[in-house]
């Protein structure tokens, strides 16, 4: 094994104390690697580790490691940037968990497309948590009508939220994301929402996770800890 197994195994034993120091079941928080813009002797790498679920930003890429990992049909793609309507059909097609729902529009040519792919999609909600322009995301105080709608789309499964704290040397801005995410989930919870528990929330990265943890992050996003810094996008493809 390599650096990138040495690396996924120093992340998870910083997630394991995380949890420890929070009053967590460690197995109660998953790690999703971030690979975008990674090389495919990264994920080769990762793979060998034990890893079967990446995260992906770009649909092109997704759609592109995809095709190249087709000969492992137990690795997985989550695809986790922002979403365009007419790239729905790839993340239909390749994807089981699409973390940065936020639009009506997205969710109603997902749902089309998987319908009749005849396929189910894992969706996360994604909360503009830092009131940032430049973040996408779904206002807090919509999330809860957005959830509602949610019921009328019988080819997604809603597991949770997810969000982008906002990225500061300050811990305390980061931490007002995260608590304001907690306290958006046991909202919804108390409600009647057939169309999801809301059980999840995916939130943390490489430089917050353990403070996401902290405030009940049930997924951590992890890319820079795990392979490095990104690559080239124009060279990602290359030895």
Not at 43 to 51: F, S, V
Not at 71 to 88: C, E, F, M, R, S
Not at 92 to 103: G, I, K, P
Not at 105 to 131: I, P, Y
Request: aromatic share 8%; charged share 30%.
């Amino acid at each position: 094994m390599g650096h990138i197994a040495d690396n996924l195994a120093a992340v998870r034993a910083r997630i394991d104390k995380a949890c420890r120091d929070a009053g967590r079941d460690p197995a109660d928080v998953r790690l999703l690697p971030v690979s975008k813009t990674q090389r495919p002797e990264a994920i080769e790498e990762a793979y060998a580790a034990g890893i079967r679920l990446f995260g992906e930003n770009k649909v092109q890429e997704v759609a592109d490691k995809a095709a190249l990992f087709a000969d492992k049909p137990d690795l997985d793609w989550a695809v986790i940037g922002h979403l365009q309507t007419n790239k729905a059909k790839v993340v239909a097609q390749v994807a089981t968990e699409f973390h940065a729902l936020d639009s009506a529009k997205v969710a109603e040519a997902l749902d089309r497309r998987l319908d009749n792919a005849g396929r189910d999609l894992d969706v996360f909600l994604q909360v503009n948590s830092s009131g940032e322009e430049s973040k996408f995301g779904l206002d807090p105080d919509d999330v809860e009508q957005f959830a509602k709608s949610m019921r009328q789309y019988r080819s997604l499964r809603v597991r949770g939220l997810m969000t982008l704290a906002v990225f500061s040397d300050d811990a305390a801005e980061a931490a007002a994301c995260f608590a304001r995410m907690q306290e958006l989930q046991r909202r919804l919870q108390s409600t009647d929402l057939a169309a999801g528990s809301y059980s999840e929330l995916s939130m943390g990265m490489s430089g917050d996770f353990e403070l996401a943890i902290a405030y009940g992050a049930t997924t951590v996003r992890v890319g820079q800890a795990i392979f490095g810094a990104r690559q080239e996008p124009d060279t990602y493809w290359s030895a």
